[in-house]
């Protein structure tokens, strides 16, 4: 099966600019997550989504994080403006289910620099 | 902070040894995962463990959990060169749906 499929794999982009990043999860996964994981450090989870509904975005950083999974498929992660210590990779998952049994699939990651 | 914590933050063993990463954690847990990543694969699952159970093994992985101590540690028996990358565990909470929280990582450097 297809693996979790993210773009753009880079940007570039100067502070107070605003970016998107768009994530497909695998077919028929229910659940679907947004890490930011800083460079040296572990994946820090975003916000999750069950079908369209956020489940926790409790460590999103709403005045400049948005997110949003409209037909329960795909998703978009935005930032604006964006600030130099957003500069990260940004990684999707997806897993069938909410249950903590689950296994994640990662997607490759859209490595975010912002100067 | 991050919930996991690894030990140690780097290591450099030469190919054919074992490689052992421990990771602590600070609450009571479902499970415990590990995680692989290096630039060519992105974030790969190795192992889950839940938290009645204290011992997986998976090829050359072995995984130990010991809920007493809030500790888990990683074996790669007999590393090859493939086996270069960072290593993350995650801890999956009671009552908080698939949510993982990682640590920072062991960055293992097997050598040829």
């Known amino acids: 099966e297809a693996g979790v499929a993210q773009s753009p794999r880079y940007k570039i982009i100067e502070k107070r600019q605003s970016v998107a990043f768009w994530c497909n999860p695998i077919?028929?996964?229910?659940?679907l997550y947004w890490y930011q994981q800083i460079l040296g450090q572990g994946p820090k989870l975003l916000i999750q989504?069950?079908?369209?509904?956020?489940?926790?975005d409790s460590q999103l950083p709403k005045d400049r994080f948005s997110a949003e999974r409209l037909k329960g498929v795909d998703s978009t992660l935005k930032i604006q403006p964006a600030k130099l210590e957003d500069s990260a990779v940004y990684l999707c998952?997806?897993?069938?289910?909410?249950?903590?049994?689950?296994?994640?699939?990662f997607g490759p990651g859209t490595r975010l620099t912002v100067t | 902070s991050q919930q996991g914590e690894e030990d140690p933050q780097a290591l450099s063993i030469q190919e054919g040894e074992n490689a052992t990463m421990n990771c602590s954690y600070k609450?009571?847990?479902?499970?415990l995962q590990w995680y692989r990543q290096n630039s060519g694969r992105g974030l790969v699952h190795l192992i889950l463990?839940?938290?009645?159970?204290r011992e997986k093994h998976s090829g050359r992985l072995r995984v130990t959990l010991d809920t007493s101590k809030k500790s888990s540690s990683l074996l790669i028996t007999a590393s090859r060169a493939a086996d270069t990358a960072s290593y993350f565990c995650?801890?999956?909470?009671?009552?908080?749906?698939?949510?993982?929280?990682f640590g920072g990582g062991t960055r293992l450097m097997v050598k040829p």
């Open positions: 998952a997806s897993s069938r289910g909410r249950q903590p049994y689950y296994e994640q699939y």
């Open positions: 077919s028929g996964h229910a659940t």
């Open positions: 989504f069950q079908n369209n509904g956020v489940v926790d």
């Open positions: 609450t009571s847990i479902n499970n």
């Open positions: 463990i839940r938290s009645n159970e």
């Open positions: 995650a801890t999956a909470f009671n009552n908080a749906g698939n949510m993982l929280t």
